[in-house]
């Protein structure tokens, strides 16, 4: 089901993910395992969902199979793929439609900001409305919570990392930074986990800079000290 932050820092971004895969049986929600990693790299950057697992599969797989060069291109196999999951739940249109506004993803990409290379981390989720995506800007973080998760408490858990992150403009280095903030995500995985089944309080951490490097690290839990990360 997922929980999923990002934060926009500056010069670089991160976005985290835990690890936990869920079963639906009826109404009710059953732990497979703590063994998932959801954060894929898509080409253009690092890509992560959040919300009813079948959908979240339906997109990923696209996106494997797909040569991503544009953002264009994610909104397009996301509004796609919704539409399959509608269909394949036909019997049942309002169960689908209420499982497709809980459903977001999150991801990172480069741009161009006053002729420089600028990352950006976009965000799209069916509740908006809307078929756009949502920008994070320097200095703002946000949470999505599974669907078994509380509105409110993503909007408290985005608030707390926003009010207490810091910038490439007072953490320069990106070893530093990471020090800083994954305490920061270690701290509310638990707590995410402690309040909804669905949360594991281990997770990934996927790092985009504006030089285009991109970094994914192995699995963080509450006693990781030193962050690893692959390339």
């Not at 797989?61 to 291109?73: C, F, R």
């Not at 994914?216 to 692959?230: A, C, D, H, P, R």
Request: net charge negative; glycine share 6%; aromatic share 6%.
């Amino acid at each position: 089901m997922s929980l999923i932050a990002g934060l926009h820092l500056g010069n670089f971004a991160l976005i985290a993910a835990d690890k936990r895969e869920m079963s639906i049986y009826g109404d009710t929600l059953v732990p497979d395992h703590d063994e998932a990693a959801k954060i894929i790299s898509a080409g253009l950057g690092y890509v992560t969902g959040s919300g009813i697992v079948e959908l979240l599969h339906f997109v990923k797989e696209a996106l494997a199979n797909t040569e991503i060069t544009e953002t264009d291109q994610i909104l397009a196999i996301v509004a796609r793929e919704r539409e399959h999951f509608r269909s394949a739940h036909s019997a049942d249109p309002g169960w689908a439609g209420e499982q497709v506004k809980k459903t977001g993803w999150m991801f990172t990409y480069m741009t161009e900001d006053d002729g420089q290379a600028a990352v950006r981390v976009a965000i799209v989720h069916e509740s908006w409305n809307d078929d756009g995506i949502r920008l994070l800007y320097k200095g703002a973080a946000k949470v999505l919570v599974p669907i078994d998760g509380i509105a409110e408490e993503a909007q408290r858990l985005s608030d707390i990392l926003t009010q207490n992150l810091k910038t490439t403009d007072e953490l320069s280095g990106l070893a530093e930074s990471i020090s800083y903030h994954v305490p920061l995500l270690q701290a509310v995985f638990k707590y995410a986990s402690e309040i909804c089944d669905s949360v594991s309080e281990s997770f990934h951490v996927a790092v985009h800079t504006n030089d285009g490097q991109m970094l994914l690290s192995n699995e963080i839990s509450t006693s990781t000290v030193n962050v690893q990360f692959e390339r």
